[in-house]
């Protein structure tokens, strides 16, 4: 189903959604770039979501660089 399939496949990337939201990145730009709701992005900035998962490091990007 579609639940299990978000169930396996949000804990991949939301390491990186967290490491952007710690960075600085706006929450709808983030939503943006994976295609998300921004309220899923608030909740795993508030910690309602996933808050046991660990931010990634972002090798390689500059701060911000997703801000317009």
């Given amino acids: 189903s579609v639940d299990q399939f978000y169930a396996a496949i949000w804990p991949l990337f939301t390491p990186r959604l967290t490491a ?3 960075r600085g990145d706006y929450q709808h730009r983030i939503a943006a770039d ?3 709701n921004q309220g899923r992005i608030s ?3 508030k910690g309602k979501r ?4 660990s ?7 500059q701060g911000g660089s997703s801000r317009v």
Avoid: M, S, T
Wanted: aromatic fraction near 10%.
């Fill in 20 to 22: 952007r939201l710690q």
């Fill in 34 to 36: 994976y295609d998300l």
């Fill in 43 to 45: 909740e795993i900035a």
């Fill in 50 to 53: 996933f808050a046991h998962v």
């Fill in 55 to 61: 931010p990634a490091k972002l090798l390689g990007e």
